[in-house]
């Protein structure tokens, strides 16, 4: 009885500020899609130039409904997709930026994958990024930020980002149910951040490989640095260095790890919730002896044999790089030295070395 089986409705969730310069770009990609939304909700933060004046001509133009909210003050970016989501009413909701343009196919190509599988929950797809002017830059979601975002706390407080290093909200569309069991979102995560990790306390992620949106860089970008080879550079070498830096990062993200795992203790009991538990214990427990084992690796000698017959370290990011540098930390501070031409000295087999200084 599939024709009498309720249809799924879709909204998006569009927050604009101050937007004059590329919103009629995505107005007109919305409104171009192969299966158009039922409603547009935009929430407007108190712009002062010409946003919600194109956003009212628009939405006497188009077929489906478009709300648009004006809020009282100045929110934020954060709260007002906040407000945004709380005022959705469609089953599958979009969440969509105001400088961006989308595919035409992006909306019956995600829906497809919702109504394919009624587990999941929250569906990601990749981007192609272009530039202020519509140049294709040559990159996308991965290439731009993907693999940095690997190497963050998200990494360590979710199972998810080996299959799913994708978290845009731009790039993403949820089941409103998720929506109302997230709510409230925690601000120092943001709003696509918070949505990642905590939604899949309540249902599976899936990420598609399609380019289903052009994601537009500029100077007004609010997560994207003006300079993107700089950016681009950065993220490399934050990527190259996580063998050192995983350590101190958990035992310094306490602010993102507390409100994260008292909200999803708090849900309802579910394997989702269980298998996201199971991970962040077995990932605080392999950082710890990380941490012990670079402390003094004679004394912590048993624990550095576990995590290699156990394969823990395989469990991390970048593995064989962990283990040389957790053995050699480890080692350096059993002999409290500096170098290997130290440890050479100590052992009486480097012998005099001669540094070349002049008299």
Same mark, same amino acid.
């Given at each position: 009885m599939d024709s009498e089986k309720k249809a799924v409705?879709?909204?998006?969730?569009?927050?604009t500020y101050n937007g004059e310069r590329f919103l009629q770009q995505q107005l007109d990609s919305l409104a171009s899609q192969t299966r158009q939304p039922d409603e547009v909700v935009v929430c407007d933060d108190c712009s002062t130039d010409d946003t919600v004046a194109i956003l009212d001509r628009w939405a006497q133009s188009v077929p489906f409904s478009v709300r648009i909210?004006?809020?009282?003050s100045n929110l934020g970016c954060f709260h007002n997709f906040e407000n945004t989501l709380k005022n959705v009413e469609g089953d599958i909701v979009?969440?969509?930026?105001?400088?961006?343009?989308?595919?035409?196919?992006?909306?019956?190509?995600?829906?497809?994958?919702?109504?394919?599988?009624?587990?999941?929950?929250?569906?990601?797809?990749?981007?192609?990024?272009?530039?202020?002017?519509g140049n294709d830059l040559g990159l996308d979601e991965i290439e731009l930020r993907g693999a940095w975002r690997l190497t963050t706390y998200m990494r360590q407080l979710s199972p998810n980002l080996d299959k799913h290093p994708i978290t845009s909200g731009c790039c993403s569309a949820i089941r409103r149910t998720i929506i109302q069991k997230i709510l409230p979102?925690?601000?120092?995560?943001?709003?696509?951040?918070?949505? =990642?990790?905590?939604?899949?306390?309540?249902?599976?992620?899936?990420?598609?490989?399609?380019?289903?949106?052009? =994601? *537009?860089?500029?100077?007004?970008n609010v997560?994207? *640095?003006?300079?993107?080879?700089?950016?681009?550079?950065?993220?490399?070498? =934050?990527? *190259?260095d996580y063998y050192k830096n995983e350590v101190y990062l958990f035992l310094t993200c306490d602010q993102?790890?507390?409100?994260?795992?008292? *909200?999803?203790?708090?849900?309802?009991?579910?394997? =989702?919730k269980t298998r996201l538990l199971k991970y962040y214990n077995r990932t605080q427990k392999r950082i710890k002896h990380r941490e012990l084992i670079q402390r003094n690796l004679f004394i912590y000698s048993p624990l550095f044999v576990y995590e290699l017959l156990t394969f823990n370290y395989w469990r991390g990011f970048q593995p064989m790089k962990c283990i040389a540098y957790d053995f050699w930390t480890g080692l350096k501070n059993a002999f409290r030295l500096e170098s290997w031409k130290?440890?050479?000295?100590r052992l009486g087999i480097g012998g005099t070395i001669n540094h070349g200084l002049r008299k």
């Open positions: 409705t879709v909204s998006v969730a569009l927050c909210i004006r809020n009282q979009f969440l969509a930026d105001q400088d961006d343009v989308w595919h035409a196919d992006k909306i019956e190509v995600m829906l497809n994958v919702f109504e394919k599988n009624p587990n999941v929950g929250l569906v990601f797809h990749n981007t192609n990024v272009i530039d202020a002017a979102l925690e601000e120092r995560f943001g709003h696509d951040g918070w949505i =990642y990790l905590f939604a899949p306390a309540f249902a599976d992620v899936v990420t598609i490989p399609d380019k289903l949106i052009s =994601y *537009r860089c500029h100077d007004s997560s994207v *640095r003006a300079d993107l080879n700089e950016q681009i550079h950065h993220f490399d070498q =934050y990527v *190259r993102f790890k507390e409100p994260f795992l008292k *909200r999803v203790e708090q849900a309802e009991d579910s394997v =989702y130290g440890l050479l000295r």
